[in-house]
């Protein structure tokens, strides 16, 4: 589960060669720029003298043959996004810069993002100039100023619908049950918890072994042992979540218990304080610092 925020510029398996791999360098329309360098790497972006034109501009610089990016479903990208200003043109935000692709859920992303992105498919190479009105309006982060435009490269490495999960038996660990099925289900049962971490792989799929330094998407369901209650769950708010593995972004159990899985597994986790939110505990979600929790996660992608 997340320690920190996401990237500024959200409003963020392997990757599959669903695109020819080769470098490009093509002209983008009639935004008059030339974006070059191969798909999943990053671009090189040749601006012209000048400011671009007005309004929303988006172009499809390639075209995968993957899943068609839809309303809830989350991309997995890799993206540069700089301030196109007719001077500088600097760069305000990059995955490359973090090491791992970024998740860009659709439905929650900058206006001119979204109308950039929907639609299109699994493998594409996409770019958008965004005005200030399709994109941060008068309140930008840090970073970016009132009034600036935006210019995106966004190369879409993968789509996980909302309701994706891991086909698994039931499984226990601890007298937790876990149910079978694609959404499972939390059974914490009475009496104390155990004193220490513990972790079982109830289902094992055969895809990329997951690592520390890459990002993974995940659905999950979590419970606080003592109140028997469930205090998060993907399925029921919103849809597939990533996490860097191993930068501390997530509590010590998922790096512990997720290291060296492989995609496709369901994975149930006991996390007594010490390898979850501490003695300071999590008051978003009313856990104490005292307070043991069990996660059962879907290990979707690694990338």
């Not at 439905?107 to 996409?126: F, H, N, Y």
């Not at 005005?131 to 966004?154: I, K, S, T």
Request: proline letters at 7%; aromatic letters at 6%; one cysteine or more.
């Amino acid at each position: 589960m997340r320690r920190a925020a996401a990237s500024l510029l959200l409003a963020p398996l392997l990757l599959t060669s669903l695109l020819a791999a080769g470098c490009t360098s093509e002209a983008a329309g009639d935004l008059d720029l030339e974006v070059g360098g191969a798909f999943g790497a990053r671009p090189t972006i040749h601006f012209p003298d000048g400011k671009p034109v007005a309004g929303l501009q988006v172009d499809e610089l390639a075209t995968g043959k993957g899943e068609r990016l839809g309303d809830g479903d989350v991309a997995i990208v890799q993206y540069t996004a700089h301030v196109w200003d007719g001077r500088d043109n600097r760069l305000v935000d990059s995955s490359f810069n973090r090491g791992t692709p970024a998740a860009f859920p659709v439905g929650e992303l900058l206006p001119g993002l979204e109308r950039a992105l929907k639609g299109r498919t699994v493998g594409s190479r996409v770019i958008a100039a965004i005005p200030p009105g399709d994109g941060f309006g008068a309140n930008p982060p840090q970073g970016v100023a009132a009034g600036e435009e935006l210019f995106y490269v966004v190369d879409i490495l993968g789509a996980h619908r909302k309701g994706a999960s891991v086909e698994s038996a039931a499984g226990t660990l601890a007298g937790v049950e876990v149910g079978g099925g694609a959404r499972p289900a939390l059974a914490v049962p009475a009496g104390p918890p155990p004193a220490r971490f513990s972790a079982k792989v109830l289902s094992r799929g055969d895809g990329r072994v997951a690592r520390a330094g890459q990002l993974v998407v995940t659905q999950y369901e979590a419970a606080v042992w003592s109140r028997r209650r469930i205090f998060d769950a993907t399925w029921a708010s919103g849809g597939p979540k990533a996490f860097k593995l191993g930068d501390g972004s997530v509590i010590r159990a998922w790096d512990k218990a997720l290291s060296g899985v492989p995609t496709g597994s369901r994975v149930l986790m006991i996390v007594p304080p010490a390898d979850g939110y501490g003695r300071a505990g999590n008051p978003a979600y009313g856990i104490k610092g005292s307070d043991t929790l069990v996660f059962v996660v879907d290990l979707l992608a690694a990338y």
